[in-house]
Structure formats: structure tokens, C-alpha cells
């Protein structure tokens, strides 16, 4: 059974910092491609960033560019999003997601085949 579980979240001021972690268990770390999605109140999940099987490539979203890093560790099964100069229009809830491997796959959230439950990311201005 595949489990994805995301930490980390909180309240932070704008400008500030967090770093969240998915921890994934039933499922080949290294073949799946990783990503972080997230889903602010009245709006649709969207893409934030995505980082390949191997750890070689990165995608983000262009409002994360600059601001977030994903990466991954292999040895622990952990995948984590780093977030720097925090806004508040990054409030939302926060999802770690896994695609298996294929070239050309898309990082697009009905794309992603497992889910974690969320994290909650609260940032005040």
C-alpha cells in the first residue's frame, strides 16, 4: 500500500521560511517521478514543483521560481520543498504526489497516481 505523508507546514509571517517533507513508504522511490501540487480555498489544485525519478531534473511553477527548491533523498524515501520569501498568496494546503516514471510525463495533477493527505501553509501578511 502506497503511503504519501507530507509535514512541515505552519503559520508563517510573509518573507519567511519553511520546508516541508513527504515521506513515501510502499512504493520504489527511485522509479517514481515526485511532486508537490497545492489547493488554496475556492481555487483548483495546481502544480507547484516536480522533480524527476532520478533527482536530475526539477520543474516549478513561475511563481515559485527563485523562491522554492524541491528535492529528493533517495536513502530516506523523502521528498521536500524548501520555501523561501513567503507570500501570502502561497497560503494553501500543500500535497505530495507520485507519478511513475515515463518520458514526457506530465506534471499535471490528474496525471500524479498516489496523494498524500495535505499540509496546511498559512502565511499572514
Known amino acids: 500500500q502506497v503511503q504519501l505523508v507530507e509535514s512541515g507546514g505552519g503559520m508563517v509571517q510573509a518573507g519567511g521560511s519553511l520546508r516541508l517533507s513527504c515521506s513515501a513508504s510502499?512504493?520504489?522511490?527511485?522509479?517514481?517521478?515526485m511532486g508537490w501540487f497545492r489547493q488554496a480555498p475556492g481555487k483548483e489544485r495546481e502544480f507547484v514543483a516536480g522533480?524527476?525519478?532520478?533527482?536530475?531534473?526539477?520543474h516549478y511553477v513561475d511563481s515559485a521560481k527563485g523562491r522554492f527548491t524541491i528535492s529528493r533523498d533517495s536513502a530516506k524515501n523523502t521528498v521536500y520543498l524548501q520555501m523561501n520569501s513567503l507570500k501570502p498568496d502561497d497560503t494553501a494546503v500543500y500535497y505530495c504526489?507520485?507519478?511513475?516514471?515515463?518520458?514526457?510525463?506530465?506534471?499535471?495533477?490528474?496525471?500524479?497516481?498516489?496523494w498524500g493527505k495535505g499540509t496546511l501553509v498559512t502565511v499572514s501578511s
Open positions: 522533480i524527476n525519478k532520478d533527482g536530475e531534473r526539477t
Open positions: 504526489a507520485a507519478r511513475y516514471f515515463y518520458i514526457g510525463a506530465p506534471w499535471l495533477a490528474n496525471a500524479m497516481q498516489y
Open positions: 510502499g512504493l520504489t522511490f527511485s522509479t517514481y517521478n
